[in-house]
Structures are given as C-alpha cells and as structure tokens.
Nanobody, 121 residues
Framework: QVQLVASGGGSVQAGGSLRVSCKAY????????MGWFRQAPGKEREGVAV???????TYADTVKGRFTVSQDNAKNTLYLQMSSLKPEDTAMYYC???????????????WGQGTQVTVSS
C-alpha cells in the first residue's frame, strides 16, 4: 500500500528558507514520478515542482530559481528546498506520486497528508 508522509513545514519570515520532506512507503520508489503541490485557503491546488523517475524536473514559474526539488532513492524520500520565501508561498504543501508523468497537474494518484508552510512579511 502506497503511503506518503510529509514533514518539515513551519513558519518563516519572508526571505527565509525551509526544506520539506516526503517519505514514501509501500512501493518501488525509484519507478514513480513524484511532485510537490500546494493549496492556499480559498484557492485551487497547484503544482509547484515535480520530478520524474529519471530525475527530470519541472517547476511552476512562480517558484523557478527559488525552489529546488530533489530525491534520495536510497531513502525513498522526496525533498523541496525553498529559498527566498514570500508571503504568497504560504500554503499547505502536499507530496504526490504516480507511475504516470502528469507534470504539474494535480492528478497524481497518491497523496501525502500535507505540511503547512507559513511565510510572514
């Protein structure tokens, strides 16, 4: 059974950095495409950064140059390093996984529980 457990969220001031992690259980991690998505109150869930099984990455324009997605296949863990954070980055951040490469579309099959990131001005 696929299980994704996100952690590492918190509160930070604008301009600061934060790293969130997503530990995967129950499947052959290296064969899946993984991604980070976020959802702010009253807004739709949006793709932030995704990485396919070969390591190719795609970023939303709003985070390019500030966020970096990476993974450690030996630890079955996905990371999102966030720098130069802005108040508009405040949201619940979710990790997701699928055998299909959906790019930034929030149509992945498996989802973690989310971790809150709050950026104050």
């Amino acid at each position: 059974q696929v299980q994704l457990v996100a952690s590492g969220g918190g509160s930070v001031q604008a301009g600061g950095s934060l790293r969130v992690s997503c530990k995967a259980y129950g499947y052959a991690y290296s064969t899946y495409c993984m991604g980070w998505f976020r959802q702010a109150p009253g807004k739709e869930r949006e793709g932030v950064a995704v990485i396919d099984s070969t390591g190719i990455t795609t970023y939303a324009d709003t985070v390019k140059g500030r966020f970096t997605v990476s993974q450690d296949n030996a630890k079955n863990t996905l990371y999102l390093q966030m720098s130069s954070l802005k108040p508009e980055d405040t949201a619940m951040y979710y990790c997701a996984a699928d055998l299909v490469w959906w790019y930034l579309s929030p149509t992945y099959t498996y989802w973690g529980q989310g971790t809150q990131v709050t950026v104050s001005s």
